[in-house]
């Protein structure tokens, strides 16, 4: 009877209450699920190096259609740009690349990035990487996106005539201009950068087989020489590796992410880039730009 009575002095909940308590569902809900969402992708994006050559292509097109679905914001500007990062590591296929690209400029159209202190801003750089290195083909309507495409086009004029005398594990000198009448493959890597592990056996597998015919492969790292000698010391790697102190070879070549690999022919002249990690069959299409002979 106590408990009847309890019941029937409960407080009723008024009309504006009730609907109150209806909107407050129906704008949380799209944002729970949002973050959810959100989430999903970030743990796709972390596992994405674990999957399988022949599974990483799948999964980054379907992450690159998950961040299109995201309403415009910075935080899909961030994910979009995060994917363009991870799918330049090795060869995931021209129609992945083109999905990540067309994922980032729709990113950047929706929500455009301001320069600061007349910086070009990192998304619209990493989409001009796509185009000029992976074959991306995109067109963005935005003063910063020609600013990075120029930016990569001045770089590249610097890198074309850059020199450098650096030594390498053993003391040797090692000039890049004194190595005309060689192809020369000049590589920079570091010892804690997982995509540069997965490439140096290739790397390794080339000096090998084209070394006969005049190719030389230059491995460059800022790191300490005893740290780099520690690493190396349980495998063969035959290229030489040369020690970048204070990184002045780095800034010269303008290195802002490893790996990066240039190309230069038998004159000298740059003739092929790349932005990331290479598999076997992509330093040979870099090379296929030369005289060396599979």
């Not at 067309?102 to 990493?126: H, N």
């Amino acid at each position: 009877m106590m408990v009847a009575i309890f019941q029937l002095q409960r407080p009723i909940m008024s009309m504006t209450q009730r609907l109150l308590l209806c909107a407050a569902v129906v704008f949380t809900t799209p944002l729970l699920l949002q973050a959810d969402n959100i989430s999903k992708i970030e743990d796709g994006m972390r596992n994405l190096r674990s999957l399988s050559e022949a599974q990483r292509p799948a999964a980054t097109v379907e992450l690159a259609a998950e961040i299109r679905a995201l309403p415009a914001g910075m935080q899909k500007l961030k994910l979009a740009d995060g994917l363009a990062h991870l799918v330049t590591e090795g060869d995931q296929g021209q129609d992945t690349i083109q999905a990540v690209a067309d994922t980032l400029r729709q990113s950047l159209s929706e929500t455009p990035v301001p320069s600061k202190k007349g910086e070009t801003p990192m998304p619209y750089m990493d989409l001009a990487n796509l185009v000029r290195y992976e074959g991306a083909k995109e067109e963005l309507n935005d003063p910063l996106y020609a600013k990075a495409q120029q930016a990569l086009a001045d770089n590249e004029a610097q890198i074309a005539k850059a020199d450098f005398t650096l030594k390498d594990l053993k003391g040797k000198k090692w000039t890049l201009s004194e190595l005309r009448g060689k192809i020369v493959v000049v590589n920079f890597w570091a010892t804690w950068c997982p995509p540069c592990r997965v490439e140096m056996p290739y790397l390794d597998a080339l000096y090998t087989r084209f070394e006969p015919q005049g190719l030389v492969v230059l491995s460059i790292t800022d790191e300490q020489s005893f740290k780099v000698a520690q690493f190396t010391s349980s495998w063969k790697y035959h290229p030489p590796i040369l020690i970048d102190e204070g990184g002045k070879v780095s800034q010269e070549f303008h290195i802002e992410g490893i790996p990066r690999t240039f190309v230069f022919d038998r004159d000298g002249k740059l003739i092929a880039e790349a932005v990331d990690q290479r598999t076997w069959r992509q330093f040979v299409m870099m090379l296929s730009k030369t005289d060396l002979h599979p």
